[in-house]
């Protein structure tokens, strides 16, 4: 290995793990997490979910199908930082435009591969998620001491709000397929592009808004509904979203959230949220629908959960009613999801949406669409 390739990646505890620079070189600073799906590394990477976090690929041979222009989930890589073991060295796909490696370089993402991932995430599964660089370049020549200092002084994602650097800048509009049920206003947290996709397959005329709008703004455009999306950064620190949401739920607007949007109904209904020691990421988590009694596999990017009672109809200690918890996992017994019973409000914490799958909770979609044409109907 040359000195020019030499890289690290260094956690916040002190370990330390020598591998081959990846993509770009230099320095990256985050949130060090694992992803356990064995495909849809893309996904993974244009999920502006990501945003402030390395992500550590547990599959251990990554880049194999290359990039395209279809896959991506917003119009470019959010994660900070990039772990792998294998890195493939030829594109194997009739789909793929590009390289994984060329893709990370081009949008100056700093990886690192050659390392034992399986060691990392060992760590992180006994220590909890943890500060991490990954330094590589120059960089690479500082001691070992320098560089946990540079870790040890970088923000910790715990009461950090991203959702401004995530969000679009301006509203757009994605006209609905089909038969129009109305215009949905949804608040862009970090949404990915198959969400929007799948809400528009719906008949949905589906307006995509700044984090910032308020809720005057967001009553003028006359939605059906609305819908907060996916999103990094801590729930505890997005106080502006849950009173908009309260403001929404006030105005008996349906609503329909997803992973972050599921956390900050959750703080809207009154509810708390914590930090989960090193959360779910990946494409394989088994979750129960306590509505139905099926067990689905689904897909998750979540390091923060609802703190709500199970197997209880509770009382929400913001004056909406009772609510219930719709979905537990099983691995862990977290809270998956919340459905209000006095008004037209659900979620889920994972991703119904999930590319390249799995699709076992595509249904959550229709579910939302049949609440707000009922809710409709009901108010003709």
């Known amino acids: ?48 979910s990501y945003a402030g ?16 222009g279809q896959d991506s989930e917003s119009s470019r890589i959010w994660v900070s930082g990039f772990v792998v073991r294998d890195p493939s060295r030829v594109v194997s796909n009739h789909r ?16 690192i591969s050659g390392i034992d991932t399986r060691a990392v995430t060992r760590r992180l599964r006994d220590a909890g998620s943890m500060r991490g660089g990954v330094f590589s370049g120059t960089d690479a020549t500082l001691t070992l001491d320098e560089q946990l200092a540079i870790v040890r002084s970088a923000e910790v994602m715990s009461g950090r709000s991203l959702s401004a650097e995530v969000s679009t800048a301006a509203g757009y ?11 949905l206003a949804l608040l862009d947290l970090g949404v990915k592009s198959s969400t929007i996709n799948h809400l528009a397959a719906r008949g949905f005329d589906v307006n995509v808004l700044p984090q910032s709008i308020t809720l005057n703004e967001l009553l003028a455009l006359s939605p059906v509904a609305v819908f907060y999306s996916n999103g990094p950064g801590d729930p505890g620190a997005s106080d502006q979203h849950v009173e908009l949401l309260r ?3 006030r105005a008996g607007l349906p609503f329909f959230g997803i992973c972050f949007g599921n956390q900050l109904l959750g703080r809207a209904l009154g509810y708390g949220t914590y930090k989960l020691p090193f959360g779910h990421r990946g ?11 099926r067990t689905e596999i689904t897909s998750h ?11 209880v109809i509770s009382e929400s200690p913001a004056g909406f009613g009772r609510v219930e918890v719709s979905h537990v996992n099983l691995n862990d017994n977290v809270v998956e999801g919340l459905r209000a019973l006095d008004i037209p409000a659900f979620s889920v914490q994972y991703h119904p949406e999930a590319a390249a799958g799995p699709h076992d909770a595509n249904y959550l979609f229709d579910r939302f669409r049949d609440l707000v044409v009922s809710h409709k109907e009901s108010n003709a």
């Open 247 to 249: 403001g929404v739920l």
């Open 283 to 293: 494409i394989n988590q088994p979750v129960i629908d306590l509505l139905t009694g």
């Open 173 to 183: 509009l994605i006209p609905a397929n089909g038969e129009l049920i109305g215009t």
């Open 1 to 48: 290995m040359t000195a020019s390739s030499k890289a690290w990646l260094v956690l916040e505890d002190g370990s330390a793990f020598s591998g081959r620079a990846y993509g770009s070189q230099g320095r990256s600073l985050g949130e060090v997490v694992f992803a356990t799906g064995m495909t849809g590394y893309q996904e993974t990477l244009t999920d502006p």
């Open 96 to 111: 793929a435009t590009g390289s994984l490696d060329a893709q990370l370089l081009s949008d100056g993402v700093v990886g």
């Open 301 to 311: 990017n979540h390091g923060f959960a609802v703190d709500a009672p199970i197997g």
């Open 53 to 68: 976090q390395i992500v550590v690929m547990t599959a251990p041979h990554i880049g194999n199908t290359g990039v395209n």
